[in-house]
Every structure is written in structure tokens, then in C-alpha cells.
């Protein structure tokens, strides 16, 4: 009985032991996720072997001291790598790290974009003296707590983003030294925590006006493409402006009723970050000091004066004889009057006044008219569009003008033969140029842009050329002669995606879904950039696979960008071709308003496409089946009938999880309540987890071409509708 207990007693020690007893990284002293996202960023980086103690695989970060890794808690807090020679890229994983605080990986060669999944509660990130190129990330816009952000001496292109609404402890920003383009986002605005800021040797253009409120004490823009005046505010600090187009002369003087300009500075409250945090972006009164009885005062003495002035205007009216006065009243009026209310509007918008303030249509008739608008009211001068609506937009100039002779000849007098396509503004053809290069003109019906609206096209063409992005068709030149309004792009050879999936030639093989899932990703970078790097936003309007260009490499890019914002009717042109055509959003149906939200529903749509090879609407389909998102949307999570889904070209060469996470991105996308949908930020993060996540290449054939080209004499799909 004893023996049995010693036995027995044995046995527990044993286990005890066994169980006890750990290696110190077995288990490890590092958070898992922590562990798993360094081991992808040691491997992203190329496995270096100056970051001792790092692993790829099964790593304990904290546990074993790696090289320049600070733990608290079982937590990565800070990665210090700075000036170690490293290259390669930064990996996609680092979202998990929600305890890191500081990463510094300047003065390395690290190439390749900034990864959209940066860890969201960093207090200082500094990437300078770097290869990164493509632009900053949104994802930047999710983190709060960010201090100091450095990014300079880089290649960062495209503009910025909108995204700064919530950086309010930013207190050093650095984006010097890049190729960022574009104008200074509104949301510059709520740095209100802001006191360095260096944006030189960049391509930034438009006014600096959003900064001037801002509690800074050091602001370097020199070497840019800044335009109008360095705000008064700006002028007593630490300030560097060289290598700008200023305008010459005083600043005018700002509207009636404008505060005083003021800066907010962190001087006022003993440095209190709480007094300064609200005073960057209100634009109100209560930042200038003036209250609402002083307001109200001004506004009274500015409408006493327009009073006056009306009374005199009136007055020196009513001399003219009564055959003039007749002559006047048989002039047209409304189109005058709407113009009036327009620019009135207009002006409303853009001004800084307060709401209330903008309630008062003071902004043009308080004001004494100009010497040239006291002239009778003839009719050439009545005739005439608003002077503040013309000079707006300034006339394009990056981008060529052609004349009707030179497009006429280079299209065969814009022949049949060369018709690539008639979409909802007008027909497309292919033109030759005498030096052999092809493009495609766009002709616009008259019933879109009607030919008295030059004016209007010229401040489209000038709207569109500011769009540059890889998967965007880049806008080449225009026409607008005789009352011709047509514009000239890029040529694409492989034509649209609609017609590689709907109207398969001998020249052609099916898409690979490597293919599919680059198309899907390049079209997705392009819409992000519309909604959330243009400011303002511009919706599409009109995603569809057709307006999917391919070029010879099946890169995706966009067509038609920034057009249908800029035609007066076209959400009634769209609204009727696109009726049933089972690209548009539910809301789109109800009321014919497009949004950024209906984009993403489009886009869904083509997603769809790519996966089914089906059409958005085929009604030689059985009944249940002639919607596609009805018919798919069901099937969408249930592994099973996914697989049956699948476009039968592909042969089944596919990766499943792969196709299962694009079957997720699609279910997002296509949901009919338009709030529930995402932006097009965090559809382009999930391609990208897809693309990095899978090994495609697993079950696939080909190359990422994935069909061969089309023939170049060929006119079949540049759908530029």
C-alpha cells in the first residue's frame, strides 16, 4: 500500500515538473500578435542580420532582447532601427501592435509604399531618409495620439489626402523633401497641437490660407508651387517662403463683416493644450474676440450703406427715358437673376463667415459696384456670365490644345471606322497622329454640354487635368472650337474590361484571377484617390466595366474621372442610360442622387463581374438569376456556392481563400443601406491583405498578363462612357 503511494506521489512530482518547467519562450514573454507582426516585418525586411536576436518564425521579442525593441507588459511599446543599413519594405502587419508608441526606422533604404496598416496608437513615427514611395497613408488619419510625424527626404507623390481632422496633439510634422502635390487640405485646419511644420521642396500649389490660424512658431514652405499671399498671421514667426509664385502687391482686403485675423497660439492660457484644441477650425467669432452685439452692429451699418447705395443706384435709374427703360425690361431676365443667386452662393460657400453671418445676402450688394458695372444695362453687358464664376478656375495649362483640323485628320474625319464607343456624353474614337502616336477622342453631344458653354468646358478640362493618379486615364488634351467641345486622352490597345469578360475574341484568353484581383485593387487605388485624396471629393458617378481601360501589362485605369461632376444634367443623362443596367446603387434608383457611398456600390458590382464572369444584368438569364447582386449577394458567404459562382473560365485555378476574402470585400461593398458601406481606404486595405495574405501562385497558370493583348489595329473596347 505504501509502495502503491510513494508511486503515485512520484507520478504528481512528475507532472508537476513537466508542466511547470517552460522554457522562458515557449510560451513566451511577448504578446502573440506583437511577436507574429515582427517576425513579417523581420522578413519583409530581408531577414538582416544586424538586428540581432530577431526571428522570422516562433520569435520571443521581449523574452530574447531583440535589436532596437523596448517591451513593457508583455507589449511592444518601441522599435528604434534607425541608420542600420536595412532595405527591403516594412511588412503589412503592423495594425496588431496597439501598444506601440514610437517607431523609427529613418536613415535606412526601405522602399515600396508606406503599408496602409501602421499601428494605430503611435505617439511619434519617423520613416525620413527613405525610398517610400506612392503616398502617405490614410490609415494615419486613425491615430489620435501621433506627436511627431517625419517623412521627409522620400519619394512620396500624389497629394494629400483629407485625413487630419483628428491629429489634434500633433505637435512636428515633416513632409519635406518628397514630391507630395496638390493644395493643403482644409483639415490642416484642426492641428490645433501644431508649433513645427516643414513642408518644403515639394510640389505643393494653391494658397497656404488654411494655416494661417494654426499656433505655429516654426512653418518652412519654400521651394513649392504656392500661389495668392502669405497670411498676415504668419509673418511674426519663424517663417521660410522662398521659391513660390506670391502674388506681387498688398493682400486684398478681406469681405464686409470679416473678424479681424488673429492666430491661435498656445500663449494666450499659460500653454494650456485645452484652450487651443477648439480654436483651429471654428472660423466663428468667438476666436476673434468680436461678440455677437459687435456683429450685429456691423451688419447694421453695412446694410444701412447698401441702403444708400441702392437708393442712388435706383435714383440715377429711374432718369433714363421711357423708351430705355422699355428696351430693358424686354431683356431676359431669369438668366440673369439665376446667375445672381449662384454666385451669391457661391460665395456663401467659400467665405469664412460663420453661418449665421452667411444668412444675410450681403456679400455683393453691400459692397459698392465696380466702375465697369455702372455702364447702362445694355444687353452685351447684361448677357455677360458672372465676373467671380469666369475667372474661378483658371484656363488649363497642362495639358494641350488641339484644333478641329488636327483631330478631324487624326480620326479620318471622326469616321466609322474609327469609333471605339458612344457612351451617356458622347461618342469616342481612335485618332492617329502624324508622329504615329494613338489617342482617344472623346466628342461630347451638344445635348450634354450645349455649344454656347465654352466657359464651362474650359473650366472642366481645367478640373479633370488636375487628376493624376497611375490607375486614373490621364487626360491628354482638348478642343473647343465652333462650338466643338472634345477631349483627348491616353490610348489603351487591350480595350475595356467589360469587353474581356463579356466579348472574348480570338486574340484574347480568359483573365487568371491573379489578373482579376489587380484589376479589382488598381481600380479601387484609383476611386480611393478620387473620394480621399481630391479635395473636394469627386464621385465618379459612373463605375462600370466598361469604363475599366487595360493597358498592355492588364494594369487597370479609369476612364471618364471627373466628368460626370462637371456636366450640368448629368445625373439625369446617367439616371436614364444606366436605368437597369445593374450597376446603381438602391438609393441611386429612389432619387437619383450619387455619392461617394454609390461609388463604392459600383464598384461591388464590377468586383461581381470579375468573380462570376457575368454581366450586372443579363436577361436571357432565368428570372432569379438576371440580377447579379440579387442572385449572388446570398452566396457570397457560404464557402459551397461560392465555388459554383465562380467564372467558369477560370477553370477552377483559383486560390479559396483568396476567393472567399474578395467574396467579403464584395458582401461590404454591395450592402443597400449606403452608411453600412466602407470607404474606399479600407477596400483598398483589404485587396491589399488578399493580395500580401495569399500565395497566388499556388493554382494559377500564367503569368500575371494573364491573356495576351489585343491586336493594335483593333477599335473593340475603348469605352470611355
Given at each position: 500500500m505504501m509502495r502503491n503511494w510513494r508511486k503515485a506521489l512520484i507520478l504528481v512530482l512528475c507532472a508537476v515538473c513537466i508542466l511547470g518547467f517552460k522554457p522562458r519562450f515557449a510560451n513566451g514573454e511577448t504578446d502573440q500578435g506583437d511577436a507574429s507582426a515582427l517576425g513579417l516585418m523581420y522578413s519583409a525586411l530581408n531577414s538582416p542580420q544586424q538586428l540581432t536576436g530577431w526571428t522570422a518564425n516562433n520569435g520571443?521579442?521581449?523574452?530574447?532582447?531583440?535589436?532596437?525593441?523596448?517591451?513593457?507588459?508583455?507589449?511592444?511599446?518601441?522599435?528604434?532601427?534607425?541608420?542600420?543599413?536595412?532595405?527591403?519594405?516594412?511588412?503589412?502587419?503592423?495594425?496588431?501592435?496597439?501598444?506601440?508608441?514610437?517607431?523609427?526606422?529613418?536613415?535606412?533604404?526601405?522602399?515600396?509604399?508606406?503599408?496602409?496598416?501602421?499601428?494605430?496608437?503611435?505617439?511619434?513615427?519617423?520613416?525620413?531618409?527613405?525610398?517610400?514611395?506612392?503616398?502617405?497613408?490614410?490609415?494615419?488619419?486613425?491615430?489620435?495620439?501621433?506627436?511627431?510625424?517625419?517623412?521627409?527626404?522620400?519619394?512620396?507623390?500624389?497629394?494629400?489626402?483629407?485625413?487630419?481632422?483628428?491629429?489634434?496633439?500633433?505637435?512636428?510634422?515633416?513632409?519635406?523633401?518628397?514630391?507630395?502635390?496638390?493644395?493643403?487640405?482644409?483639415?490642416?485646419?484642426?492641428?490645433?497641437?501644431?508649433?513645427?511644420?516643414?513642408?518644403?521642396?515639394?510640389?505643393?500649389?494653391?494658397?497656404?490660407?488654411?494655416?494661417?490660424?494654426?499656433?505655429?512658431?516654426?512653418?518652412?514652405?519654400?521651394?513649392?508651387?504656392?500661389?495668392?499671399?502669405?497670411?498676415?498671421?504668419l509673418k511674426s514667426i519663424n517663417l521660410k517662403t522662398d521659391g513660390n509664385s506670391w502674388s506681387s502687391g498688398p493682400a486684398p482686403p478681406p469681405p464686409p463683416g470679416t473678424p479681424p485675423a488673429t492666430r491661435n497660439t498656445r500663449k494666450h492660457n499659460s500653454g494650456s493644450n485645452g484652450s487651443t484644441s477648439n480654436s483651429g477650425s471654428s472660423g466663428g467669432s468667438s476666436s476673434s474676440g468680436i461678440g455677437g452685439g459687435a456683429i450685429a452692429g456691423i451688419v447694421i451699418s453695412l446694410l444701412i450703406v447698401g441702403a444708400i447705395v441702392a437708393f442712388f443706384l435706383v435714383k440715377r435709374r429711374s432718369r433714363r427715358s421711357s423708351s430705355d427703360i422699355e428696351k430693358f425690361d424686354n431683356q431676359p431676365l431669369a438668366p440673369r437673376a439665376s446667375n445672381e443667386v449662384q454666385e451669391i452662393k457661391s460665395m456663401k460657400s467659400s467665405s469664412s463667415f460663420d453661418s449665421q453671418a452667411l444668412d444675410t445676402p450681403i456679400s455683393i450688394s453691400l459692397r459698392p459696384p465696380p466702375i465697369d458695372r455702372r455702364k447702362s444695362f445694355d444687353e452685351e453687358e447684361f448677357n455677360k456670365k458672372p465676373i467671380v464664376v469666369k475667372k474661378s478656375v483658371p484656363p488649363p495649362t497642362n495639358v494641350k490644345s488641339y484644333s478641329i483640323a488636327d483631330l478631324q485628320m487624326a480620326t479620318g474625319s471622326f469616321s466609322v471606322e474609327n469609333l471605339l464607343g458612344e457612351g451617356s456624353f458622347g461618342r469616342v474614337y481612335r485618332a492617329q497622329f502624324g508622329d504615329g502616336k494613338v489617342l482617344a477622342v472623346k466628342k461630347i453631344d451638344s445635348s450634354a454640354l450645349p455649344s454656347g458653354m465654352s466657359d464651362d468646358f474650359v473650366e472642366m478640362v481645367s478640373n479633370i487635368s488636375q487628376l493624376h493618379h497611375t490607375n486614373v486615364t490621364e487626360l491628354v488634351g482638348y478642343c473647343s472650337e465652333h462650338g466643338q467641345h472634345l477631349l483627348v486622352y491616353e490610348f489603351h490597345k487591350n480595350g475595356s474590361l467589360h469587353d474581356f469578360l463579356h466579348i472574348p475574341d480570338e486574340y484574347s484568353k480568359p483573365l487568371i484571377w491573379n489578373s482579376r484581383v489587380k484589376i479589382a485593387l488598381g481600380t479601387a487605388r484609383a476611386l480611393e484617390y478620387l473620394h480621399e485624396v481630391c479635395s473636394p471629393s469627386v464621385v465618379h458617378k459612373?463605375?462600370?466595366?466598361?469604363?475599366?481601360?487595360?493597358?498592355?501589362?492588364?494594369?487597370?485605369?479609369?476612364?471618364?474621372?471627373?466628368?460626370?461632376?462637371?456636366?450640368?444634367?448629368?445625373?439625369?443623362?446617367?439616371?436614364?442610360?444606366?436605368?437597369?443596367?445593374?450597376?446603381?446603387?438602391?438609393?441611386?434608383?429612389?432619387?437619383?442622387q450619387y455619392s461617394l457611398k454609390s461609388d463604392v456600390y459600383s464598384f461591388g458590382v464590377v468586383m461581381l463581374e470579375l468573380l462570376t464572369g457575368r454581366k450586372p444584368f443579363d436577361s436571357t438569364r432565368p428570372r432569379l438569376e438576371q440580377s447579379l447582386v440579387r442572385w449572388a449577394t446570398p452566396q457570397l458567404h457560404d464557402i459551397d456556392a461560392l465555388s459554383k459562382m465562380v467564372d467558369p473560365a477560370l477553370e477552377g485555378l483559383y486560390p479559396v481563400k483568396s476567393l472567399s476574402r474578395f467574396a467579403d470585400v464584395i458582401a461590404l461593398c454591395v450592402q443597400p443601406e449606403p452608411e453600412f458601406r466602407p470607404p474606399m481606404s479600407e477596400v483598398v486595405e483589404a485587396l491589399v491583405r488578399l493580395v500580401q495574405r495569399a500565395n497566388m501562385s499556388k493554382r494559377t497558370t500564367g503569368t500575371d498578363q494573364g491573356a495576351s493583348p489585343r491586336a493594335d489595329n483593333s477599335h473593340d473596347g475603348h469605352d470611355y462612357m
Amino acid at each position: 500500500m505504501m509502495r502503491n503511494w510513494r508511486k503515485a506521489l512520484i507520478l504528481v512530482l512528475c507532472a508537476v515538473c513537466i508542466l511547470g518547467f517552460k522554457p522562458r519562450f515557449a510560451n513566451g514573454e511577448t504578446d502573440q500578435g506583437d511577436a507574429s507582426a515582427l517576425g513579417l516585418m523581420y522578413s519583409a525586411l530581408n531577414s538582416p542580420q544586424q538586428l540581432t536576436g530577431w526571428t522570422a518564425n516562433n520569435g520571443d521579442p521581449c523574452g530574447q532582447s531583440w535589436k532596437g525593441v523596448t517591451c513593457s507588459n508583455k507589449r511592444v511599446t518601441k522599435i528604434n532601427l534607425s541608420n542600420l543599413g536595412l532595405s527591403g519594405t516594412m511588412g503589412y502587419s503592423l495594425l496588431s501592435m496597439t501598444s506601440l508608441t514610437e517607431l523609427d526606422l529613418s536613415h535606412n533604404s526601405l522602399a515600396g509604399d508606406i503599408p496602409y496598416n501602421l499601428p494605430p496608437n503611435l505617439q511619434r513615427l519617423n520613416l525620413e531618409y527613405n525610398q517610400f514611395t506612392g503616398g502617405v497613408p490614410y490609415s494615419i488619419s486613425q491615430m489620435p495620439s501621433l506627436q511627431y510625424l517625419n517623412l521627409a527626404h522620400n519619394q512620396l507623390q500624389n497629394a494629400l489626402s483629407d485625413m487630419f481632422a483628428s491629429l489634434s496633439s500633433l505637435s512636428t510634422m515633416d513632409l519635406s523633401f518628397n514630391s507630395i502635390s496638390g493644395s493643403l487640405p482644409q483639415s490642416f485646419q484642426n492641428l490645433t497641437g501644431i508649433s513645427t511644420m516643414y513642408l518644403q521642396n515639394n510640389q505643393f500649389s494653391g494658397t497656404i490660407d488654411v494655416l494661417a490660424n494654426l499656433p505655429l512658431d516654426k512653418l518652412d514652405v519654400s521651394n513649392n508651387r504656392f500661389t495668392g499671399w502669405v497670411p498676415a498671421q504668419l509673418k511674426s514667426i519663424n517663417l521660410k517662403t522662398d521659391g513660390n509664385s506670391w502674388s506681387s502687391g498688398p493682400a486684398p482686403p478681406p469681405p464686409p463683416g470679416t473678424p479681424p485675423a488673429t492666430r491661435n497660439t498656445r500663449k494666450h492660457n499659460s500653454g494650456s493644450n485645452g484652450s487651443t484644441s477648439n480654436s483651429g477650425s471654428s472660423g466663428g467669432s468667438s476666436s476673434s474676440g468680436i461678440g455677437g452685439g459687435a456683429i450685429a452692429g456691423i451688419v447694421i451699418s453695412l446694410l444701412i450703406v447698401g441702403a444708400i447705395v441702392a437708393f442712388f443706384l435706383v435714383k440715377r435709374r429711374s432718369r433714363r427715358s421711357s423708351s430705355d427703360i422699355e428696351k430693358f425690361d424686354n431683356q431676359p431676365l431669369a438668366p440673369r437673376a439665376s446667375n445672381e443667386v449662384q454666385e451669391i452662393k457661391s460665395m456663401k460657400s467659400s467665405s469664412s463667415f460663420d453661418s449665421q453671418a452667411l444668412d444675410t445676402p450681403i456679400s455683393i450688394s453691400l459692397r459698392p459696384p465696380p466702375i465697369d458695372r455702372r455702364k447702362s444695362f445694355d444687353e452685351e453687358e447684361f448677357n455677360k456670365k458672372p465676373i467671380v464664376v469666369k475667372k474661378s478656375v483658371p484656363p488649363p495649362t497642362n495639358v494641350k490644345s488641339y484644333s478641329i483640323a488636327d483631330l478631324q485628320m487624326a480620326t479620318g474625319s471622326f469616321s466609322v471606322e474609327n469609333l471605339l464607343g458612344e457612351g451617356s456624353f458622347g461618342r469616342v474614337y481612335r485618332a492617329q497622329f502624324g508622329d504615329g502616336k494613338v489617342l482617344a477622342v472623346k466628342k461630347i453631344d451638344s445635348s450634354a454640354l450645349p455649344s454656347g458653354m465654352s466657359d464651362d468646358f474650359v473650366e472642366m478640362v481645367s478640373n479633370i487635368s488636375q487628376l493624376h493618379h497611375t490607375n486614373v486615364t490621364e487626360l491628354v488634351g482638348y478642343c473647343s472650337e465652333h462650338g466643338q467641345h472634345l477631349l483627348v486622352y491616353e490610348f489603351h490597345k487591350n480595350g475595356s474590361l467589360h469587353d474581356f469578360l463579356h466579348i472574348p475574341d480570338e486574340y484574347s484568353k480568359p483573365l487568371i484571377w491573379n489578373s482579376r484581383v489587380k484589376i479589382a485593387l488598381g481600380t479601387a487605388r484609383a476611386l480611393e484617390y478620387l473620394h480621399e485624396v481630391c479635395s473636394p471629393s469627386v464621385v465618379h458617378k459612373n463605375i462600370k466595366s466598361a469604363n475599366i481601360l487595360l493597358d498592355a501589362e492588364l494594369n487597370p485605369h479609369l476612364s471618364d474621372s471627373g466628368l460626370a461632376t462637371s456636366i450640368p444634367n448629368a445625373d439625369e443623362v446617367l439616371n436614364r442610360d444606366d436605368a437597369g443596367s445593374g450597376y446603381s446603387a438602391p438609393e441611386v434608383t429612389m432619387s437619383g442622387q450619387y455619392s461617394l457611398k454609390s461609388d463604392v456600390y459600383s464598384f461591388g458590382v464590377v468586383m461581381l463581374e470579375l468573380l462570376t464572369g457575368r454581366k450586372p444584368f443579363d436577361s436571357t438569364r432565368p428570372r432569379l438569376e438576371q440580377s447579379l447582386v440579387r442572385w449572388a449577394t446570398p452566396q457570397l458567404h457560404d464557402i459551397d456556392a461560392l465555388s459554383k459562382m465562380v467564372d467558369p473560365a477560370l477553370e477552377g485555378l483559383y486560390p479559396v481563400k483568396s476567393l472567399s476574402r474578395f467574396a467579403d470585400v464584395i458582401a461590404l461593398c454591395v450592402q443597400p443601406e449606403p452608411e453600412f458601406r466602407p470607404p474606399m481606404s479600407e477596400v483598398v486595405e483589404a485587396l491589399v491583405r488578399l493580395v500580401q495574405r495569399a500565395n497566388m501562385s499556388k493554382r494559377t497558370t500564367g503569368t500575371d498578363q494573364g491573356a495576351s493583348p489585343r491586336a493594335d489595329n483593333s477599335h473593340d473596347g475603348h469605352d470611355y462612357m
